[in-house]
């Protein structure tokens, strides 16, 4: 089975500054999806980027980019020019590809707390 | 909004109780999922749908009941839970042959067993 790994609980971060949250996963599989997901006090889980894991560029939504490795099964979220409504709870989420052992299923890690100081 | 409504927002149950969640989205997607949130730990996959077939059911106790009428919308009944059933109940949809777009979730309800 797969399993997701977000090392840092809790991450803080200056009013316009950079920040990376870690997520590091397990597969044995070759083709995934992989995701960070945004979850602020409201409780909604907001889709923030994916990837594809046969793409080799990295993904990038406006602030939001990643910093995937493929080899090193590890998928970085950098938030630039943080602002105070990127604070909330981040969780990185693996996704097997249609035929894989987990197909359907999305995998979270334990998440991120970032917080946003002004 | 994001499509996927997930009623009542808030629950609060005795013990002895009985109740239901309710999920509805309008998204076409083919697949619905129950997710468990709880304080300091991953959320944990619960059931999964496909096409109104129960495909997954992460040995999850008896207690919760999902039922699922359609490909619009999903219930999980509970009864008699305890405490430690307290948590945040997660709703998603997806469409199955569509794997890169992950999940779209509703708010949730707030759980809490007294």
């Known amino acids: 089975a797969q399993t997701v790994t977000q090392s840092q609980p809790e991450m803080s971060v200056q009013e316009a500054e950079t920040v990376t949250l870690s997520c590091t996963y397990d597969?044995?599989?070759?083709?995934?999806?992989l995701f960070w997901y945004k979850q602020p006090p409201s409780r909604q889980m907001i889709l923030v980027i994916r990837q594809e894991a046969y793409k080799q560029q990295n993904a990038t939504e406006n602030r939001f980019s990643v910093n995937f490795q493929k080899a090193a099964k590890s998928f970085s979220l950098k938030i630039s020019d943080s602002q105070l409504g990127d604070a909330a709870m981040y969780f990185c989420?693996?996704?097997?590809?249609?035929?894989?052992?987990?197909?359907?299923?999305?995998?979270f890690g334990q998440g991120t707390i970032l917080t946003v100081h002004p | 909004e994001t499509g996927v409504t997930q009623t009542p927002r808030h629950l609060v149950m005795g013990m002895t109780n009985k109740k239901s969640l309710k999920c509805e989205q309008h998204?076409?997607?083919?697949?619905m999922y129950w997710y468990k949130q709880s304080a300091k730990k991953p959320l944990e996959l619960m059931f999964v749908?496909?096409?109104?077939?129960?495909?997954e059911n992460n040995s999850v106790p008896s207690r919760f009941s999902p039922e699922c009428p359609n490909s619009s919308h999903l219930f999980l009944h509970l009864h008699t839970l305890q405490p430690e059933d307290s948590a945040l109940y997660l709703c998603a949809s997806s469409s199955p042959g569509v794997g890169f777009y992950g999940y779209t979730f509703g708010s949730g309800t707030r759980l809490t067993v007294v």
């Open positions: 998204l076409g997607h083919n697949a």
């Open positions: 597969t044995s599989e070759s083709d995934y999806y």
């Open positions: 749908y496909n096409f109104k077939e129960q495909t």
């Open positions: 989420a693996y996704r097997s590809a249609p035929g894989g052992t987990s197909y359907g299923k999305l995998t």
